[in-house]
């Protein structure tokens, strides 16, 4: 037999310390202090010192070195995603003056019988910055002895990193000479290396080799370069190098307006899948500009809005970029015969900047060929400098066809020499052709009385007279009110219809009737069948 569970009292019970107990005097000294002993507690505790504030230069030295450690690790472990930030921190080290941190880099990264090296040296000088902060020590570099670093596990990709810093910083001193020095050795050194390691530095390397020449105003001399690298770029299946590569090379034809040659580039290449979202901003915007001067207005706006919703939305980070888009993106929309709204105009960065465009947008609007003239002609090196003054050229037409609109709505009939005086044209002659065609292309409906020299509007009989309009609203007024009394006949509830064989009858005869019937039915349909 099992035993008898034991009772409450025989369980055992739980012993509290005492009150003096050594336990419980230890709990009481571990309770926080409150009050004047707080504040003692706080007082007798050493405060922590203050953290100083970091140099700017010292600290872009170090993220330096921590960047070419990031190159080694990525080469070695071949994840080259991690170049990616790499490249994006060039942006960054660019607003920082750590040129005596570079040139230790350039010292313990470059061998002396390379030849970018004496490039390097004699533009990046030393010491023009004090990289030591207070007291301490000046940082020493992460020289290749103490990384381990070797060609095969970065040290090329390093110096392609350091070489793009110091031209970037020799662009920014405004020294274009030694700067096409430097490209030029740069791209005789890099441009041999088969590594998929270098992709996204070499990229950044061909963008910056071809600005040089740009601000030399020797673009040209670039092509030959450029195309051989695109195909390079293709063979190698190159995405970010094939992307940035098209983008300079349809720069480069739009920058000699050579429209022709950028249009067929554009068509015989595919921009690649796998891009960023800057170079792809860029891509949309030069194939806008491509379409706008071929006429295709439609598909150039399109491509000009993806253009500007891609570009970087911050206050100042593209705000170039955006800005000459904007502008194309204006002109284009006004040759298409539409208005830009006004909140294009009211952007708080932009709007300064777009104020000649804004006048332009008013005489095109109002059909204001006198106004539309001089606001051309106040601006004209803008429009050069913008290269939007073959579109501005065009937008002549518009102005004159919305000024024909408002004169065919306000005079049945007017002379040739009253429409020159109103459009601001030179003569009549002039008038009747502009007529003439605005009548071919559907602006206006009117014929042109050459003989008596006048142009008289086609009136429509159906909108002069009163009395039709009237009827044709007491129709619409009619059906309206049908439609109701309909919708309100179909929601009442029919009527109750007399069945005589439902009369007296329950529930269950209804359906054995119903069942009756139905398999009457089907025999009917059966001996119809086998007739």
Not at 47 to 72: C, Q, R, T, Y
Not at 83 to 94: D, E, H, M, Y
Not at 249 to 255: C, K, M, P, V
Not at 451 to 475: I, M, N, P, W, Y
Request: charged fraction near 25%; hydrophobic fraction near 40%; include cysteine.
């Amino acid at each position: 037999l099992a035993s008898p569970p034991p009772s409450w009292e025989s369980l055992p019970r739980p012993s509290w310390p005492a009150a003096n107990s050594p336990a419980a005097m230890a709990d009481k000294n571990t309770e926080k202090p409150t009050g004047e002993e707080a504040k003692k507690a706080e007082e007798e505790t050493p405060k922590k010192e203050e953290e100083k504030p970091v140099d700017p230069a010292v600290k872009a030295f170090n993220d330096l070195g921590a960047s070419a450690k990031v190159i080694m690790n990525a080469v070695v472990s071949r994840e080259y995603r991690g170049l990616t930030r790499v490249v994006r921190s060039i942006a960054g080290l660019r607003r920082v003056p750590f040129e005596s941190g570079l040139r230790k880099y350039v010292d313990a990264w470059f061998e002396d019988n390379d030849p970018l090296t004496p490039l390097l040296q004699a533009n990046i000088q030393a010491g023009d910055v004090d990289m030591t902060s207070g007291t301490e020590e000046a940082p020493q570099p992460m020289t290749v002895e103490n990384l381990g670093m070797t060609v095969k596990n970065g040290l090329v990709e390093v110096q392609a990193y350091v070489a793009i810093l110091c031209l970037v910083r020799v662009l920014d001193k405004k020294n274009l000479t030694a700067a096409k020095e430097i490209a030029d050795a740069m791209v005789a050194k890099f441009k041999v290396q088969n590594r998929r390691s270098l992709d996204a530095l070499t990229a950044q390397m061909w963008f910056y080799y071809a600005r040089v020449y740009e601000l030399l105003d020797n673009a040209a001399e670039t092509r030959g370069e450029l195309l051989a690298a695109y195909r390079t770029a293709s063979l190698h299946h190159d995405a970010m190098g094939q992307a940035t590569l098209l983008n300079l090379l349809l720069r480069n034809y739009l920058h000699y307006n050579l429209y022709d040659q950028a249009f067929k580039l554009a068509q015989k290449t595919t921009f690649p899948e796998t891009r960023s979202n800057a170079q792809y901003a860029r891509y949309l915007f030069y194939i806008g500009r491509i379409k706008a001067v071929r006429l295709e207005y439609s598909e150039a706006h399109s491509k000009l809005l993806q253009a500007i919703r891609k570009a970087p939305q911050g206050p100042q980070i593209g705000r170039g970029f955006r800005l000459a888009a904007t502008k194309l993106a204006i002109v284009v929309e006004l040759l298409m015969g539409e208005i830009p709204s006004r909140s294009t105009f009211t952007q708080r960065e932009l709007s300064t900047r777009l104020k000649p465009y804004f006048a332009i947008t008013q005489a095109v609007r109002l059909g204001d060929l006198s106004a539309f003239s001089a606001v051309q002609a106040e601006h004209e090196a803008l429009w050069r400098k913008d290269k939007t003054l073959t579109l501005i050229n065009r937008l002549r037409y518009n102005v004159i066809r919305a000024g024909l609109r408002n004169v065919n709505l306000s005079y049945s009939k007017i002379g040739f020499a009253d429409v020159a005086a109103k459009l601001g044209l030179e003569s009549h002659e002039e008038a009747s052709g502009v007529i003439a065609k605005a009548i071919v292309d559907g602006v206006i409906d009117a014929k042109i009385d050459h003989d008596a020299g006048f142009v008289q509007s086609k009136s429509d009989s159906t909108l002069d007279t009163v009395g039709e309009r009237s009827r044709a609203l007491h129709r619409r007024i009619a059906f309206c009110l049908q439609l109701h009394n309909d919708s309100v006949r179909a929601m009442q509830y029919p009527e109750k219809q007399d069945d005589k064989k439902g009369d007296g009858e329950t529930a269950d005869q209804r359906r054995e009737r119903e069942n009756q019937e139905l398999a009457g039915g089907w025999d009917d349909d059966d001996e119809d069948d086998f007739i």
